[in-house]
């Protein structure tokens, strides 16, 4: 299969996602979960990295980030945490050959209401597949962290999502935030939906047109696909999935479209 491509438009918000060699369940511990969330702590403070929600599971990782036009940060990042993460994994098992799944995947998401829903949906990961019926009671997204703001340890930009949700006070983003949480565990809208972690962007139509004039060449043969109230932008191959007969590979800012 296809390896995941990922596509560099400046200034947006991307849903990256990156899963474990084979999907296995290297990240079941929750040691390597936490090393995962301090490589990525580490990354904020050594590179900048602008951070909106975040959550491991057991088996891959889901990242909200802003890109505020300095196109090494995220890349950079990513290659730090996910290096780091799999080194330190491998020499304590005594194992050998990769931990990840080849590139991790990026997604472009519209600000406002379509990154609420991102939010929100990476909150709900292991509430959809049955492992907590909360997304407070699994430590290792940013639901708490966004309700409960930290002193200390910060990994969320609380005023970078304030401004890119659209909100005037933090109050409403934690009230908003709590919100559609709870509407969707009441009313069962928790399903899985590619569109997050399979699409090239997310959002409006407008948004959509101007992601594909931004990307010039790249997005030809690139389809514009209703999705209920939304947008996405699709490759013509699946972006990632299972990858049984992946080679090991160094882990590193490649592209289809100059990112890094």
Known sequence: ???????????????????CHKREFLFKFAKDRKRWLQWLFEAKSRYGLVILNYAVTSNH?????????????IPNSI???????????NQRKCRK???????????????GNHLLQCLVY???NMVRVGVIKHPSE????????????RRKNVLINYERLRELLGFDTYDRVKAGHKKWVESCLTNGENCRDEKWSRSIAVGSKIFI?????????????RKSIEAGESYQLRETQIPYGDHFGAKKSEIEPENAYAWG
């Open 122 to 124: 990476i909150d709900l």
């Open 61 to 73: 990782i889901h990242l909200l980030v802003v890109d505020d036009k300095d196109r090494g940060v």
């Open 1 to 19: 299969m296809a390896r995941a491509k990922r596509h560099y438009i400046p200034g947006q918000v991307w849903h990256i996602t990156h899963r």
């Open 209 to 221: 047109d101007n992601v594909k004039s931004l990307m010039g060449v790249s997005a030809q043969g």
């Open 138 to 149: 699994w430590s290792y997204c940013g639901y708490s962290e966004i309700q409960k703001p």
């Open 79 to 89: 290659k730090l945490i996910a290096g780091r993460t799999g080194q330190e994994y």
């Open 97 to 111: 050959g990769a931990f990840w799944e080849d590139r991790y995947h990026a997604t472009a998401i519209e600000d």
